[in-house]
Every structure is written in C-alpha cells, then in structure tokens.
C-alpha cells in the first residue's frame, strides 16, 4: 500500500532555532497537509497544500508542496517552547472519500 | 460548537470483552473516520463514513466493526478485543466533497487490553 516517509524521527533543539522536516513518498499526492499533535489531544491541522510547487505560511511555519507532488516540507522559524509536540504530514488519497496517509510524525522538543 | 468528541477517554478491557466507542460531531459534517495510532506509526485508517448509512473498510479493519445510524454519530466496536487492540484511538469528521474539506480531529481514546 502507500507510505509516507517522514523525516527526521525526533528533534530536539534550542529555543530560537529554525525546524525543518520532510516527507516524501513514492505516489503522487494532490493534496499534503501538515498536522500537530500536542501531548494527550488529537492532532489538529497546520497547513494544507493543494498545489504542486505552492509555498504557504501559517505565522512561523511554511509549508512547501514538492514539484513532483511526491514530497512536502515544513520549516518553523525561531522555535518556541510551545512548539512541542509531534508534526505528521498527510497525503490526500481521494477527494471523493477525503481517505488520508498520514508520515510517522516528527517528535520535536525545545530547550527554553 | 463542541466540534469531535470522542466517549469514553480511557478504558482498560480484559482480552476477550467486548466495547463500543462512541464519537459525536456538532458541525453536520457528511464523512466520518476511525484511526488507531501507535507509536512510530503514525495513524492509520480503520474505517470510515461517507454518509450517513454508509460504511467502508479502511488500511486496518480487521477486529473492529463500524456503524453510522445517524449523520453525528459513529459508533467504533470491539466484539472480542485483543492485545493488539491496545493503542489511541481518533475519530475524525469532515465536511462535503472537493478538495478543499479537511479532517478536524477528536481528542482521543486510549484503549488498553490486558
């Protein structure tokens, strides 16, 4: 079946740093969405991309729909404590059933 | 709006006991989803909605059984749970069709069998 691979695993990194992570997959998607999931809720959407080379932002975070529409990236600039949590992309399988794949998830930790 | 709500929020069975998970949206969205999550997995698909009535099997059905009698509401069972059961579970809704509805999550239940 589809897969998404998500990279890196975990993070953890000083507060005021920039984040980046990706994930790519080998189907072609047309639609990617960037999800958090903070401790003990259910994960709740960041982003969505619908266009092959769209670049779009959400305050500190950008999100980027790969030309190939096999890959996505997020970056979050200047990283604060409540940036915990963990980062999931998801890929759009239909638009008729709204069926996602969802990547393993980033765990990102900041140290104040 | 209370949005997704998922009831109960824990619940520990006994390998072979039977539940029922019961997930409610405010919002009058037509599809309805059921995900597991566990750890370095991200969330798969157990079943799904596309209205009301209507069921389909999703990446990891097998074990679980679905209804979805009225439009809020989509009921997730274990009829003889395993240990292999024993994970976080996510109900999710959207609205309509297109490309442009996305999935808004409830808050989870977490499920452990013993």
């Known amino acids: 079946g589809q897969q998404l691979n998500q990279s890196p695993q975990s993070m953890f990194i000083q507060e005021g740093e920039d984040v980046s992570m990706n994930c790519t997959s080998s189907?072609?998607?047309?639609?990617w969405l960037w999800y958090k999931q903070d401790p003990g809720e259910g994960p709740v959407l960041l982003i969505a991309l619908y266009k092959a080379g769209e670049l779009t932002s959400n305050g500190r975070l950008t999100a980027q729909f790969g030309i190939t529409r096999k890959d996505s990236f997020l970056n979050i600039s200047a990283s604060i404590p409540s940036d915990v949590g963990i980062y999931f992309c998801?890929?759009?399988?239909?638009?008729?059933?709204?069926?996602?794949?969802f990547g393993q998830g980033t765990t990102l930790q900041v140290k104040p | 709006n209370a949005g997704v709500t998922q009831t109960p929020k824990f619940r520990v069975l006994k390998t072979g006991q039977s539940m029922t998970l019961l997930c409610a949206q405010d919002m009058n969205h037509e599809y309805m989803y059921w995900y597991r999550q566990d750890p370095g997995m991200g969330l798969r698909l157990i079943h799904y909605s596309v209205g009301e009535g209507t069921t389909a099997k999703g990446e990891v059905p097998d074990g679980y059984n679905v209804s979805r009698l009225k439009k809020q509401n989509f009921l997730l069972g274990l009829e003889s749970a395993a240990p292999s059961q024993t994970s976080v579970y996510f109900c999710?809704?959207?609205?309509?069709?297109?490309?442009?509805?996305?999935?808004?999550f409830g808050p989870g239940t977490r499920l452990t069998v013993t």
């Open positions: 189907s072609i998607f047309n639609t």
């Open positions: 998801a890929g759009r399988v239909s638009s008729n059933t709204g069926k996602l794949i």
């Open positions: 999710a809704s959207r609205s309509g069709t297109g490309s442009k509805y996305e999935q808004y």
